[in-house]
């Protein structure tokens, strides 16, 4: 499968190119990096310390894509939005890790999906997928007298919260629950808050450090609490969730699939 990747000298652009080294029936045949990047013209292989792989770095998405089967994308919202479009024009599948998409990203994302197959998770790792599977059917098994809480833990230098997974665990506690998140989401809480709403899913996030990813699930009782957790120790779980995705949809209609298609969670 001839995979694209952009972003290709970032933290999870440098890991997409490795783990498609490693991967068998997987072949990076661009690299795409924004205008004004030092690593335009350079080979991507260094990069992402392999020996040259003679797949130079380019700032042209659009030829790009079209020397590919599927793109990669964990960039920005605008760029995400950018890229699924360019994808369509090409005819490829999109693979989406991308996280901090608004409601107005989302849904240009949906409306490209009826062009192309676009996979997007915030998070690509079979374990944090088959958590969420987890919090929806203990969400939907509890009444709304059990508190949902999400806490998330990322490096110092992630620049969105909550983090996309935690979002993703949000969305399984609400669908769970039969409720709009965005309805029942505390995003956060400052001052003199006043007692909990019932039914209502509370976020914190903390930032620290070099931590990959902790995401943990409360539910809280009377007199008892149950929680639901996730330790991601290295980075490389996500792109090889992401190389899976891509040989999942490959072929696949057009439309909008999560990683819960791709590993077939939906039936939990």
Same mark, same amino acid.
């Given at each position: 499968m001839r995979l694209v990747v952009v972003g290709a000298a970032g933290r999870m652009g440098r890991m997409l190119i490795k783990a498609i080294d490693q991967a068998e029936g997987c072949r990076l045949v661009a690299a795409v990096e924004r205008l004004g990047s030092p690593a335009l013209g350079a080979d991507a292989g260094p990069l992402a310390g392999l020996?040259?792989?003679?797949?130079?770095?380019?700032?042209?998405?659009?030829?790009?894509?079209?020397?590919?089967?599927?793109v990669f994308d964990f960039t920005s919202p605008e760029a995400t939005v950018a890229f699924a479009r360019l994808a369509a024009d090409a005819g490829i599948l999109h693979v989406v890790g991308t996280t901090g998409l608004e409601p107005a990203h989302l849904a240009a994302l949906a409306e490209t999906a009826r062009r192309i197959p676009i996979i997007r998770s915030g998070n690509m790792s079979l374990g944090v997928n088959l958590l969420a599977a987890l919090v929806r059917k203990v969400a939907a098994t509890l009444g709304t007298d059990w508190d949902i809480e999400i806490v998330e833990m990322h490096h110092r230098m992630k620049v969105d919260a909550p983090s996309g997974t935690a979002v993703l665990l949000g969305e399984a506690a609400a669908a769970g629950r039969?409720?709009?998140l965005a309805e029942q989401?505390?995003?956060?809480?400052d001052g003199i808050t006043g007692a909990r709403d019932p039914g209502t899913i509370g976020f914190a996030a903390l930032r620290g450090g070099t931590v990959v $990813?902790?995401?943990?699930?409360?539910?809280? /009782?009377? @007199?008892?609490?149950l929680e639901l957790a996730h330790v991601a120790e290295d980075r490389s779980l996500f792109a090889q $969730?992401?190389?899976?995705?891509?040989?999942? /949809?490959? @072929?696949?209609?057009?439309?909008?699939?999560?990683?819960?298609?791709?590993?077939g969670l939906d039936t939990l």
């Open positions: 020996p040259p792989l003679g797949v130079t770095v380019t700032g042209d998405p659009a030829a790009a894509f079209a020397q590919g089967d599927a039969a409720v709009d989401r505390v995003a956060a809480r $990813g902790d995401h943990k699930v409360i539910f809280a /009782g009377a @007199g008892e609490r $969730g992401a190389i899976r995705a891509a040989l999942w /949809g490959r @072929g696949r209609a057009p439309g909008l699939y999560s990683m819960a298609d791709v590993l």
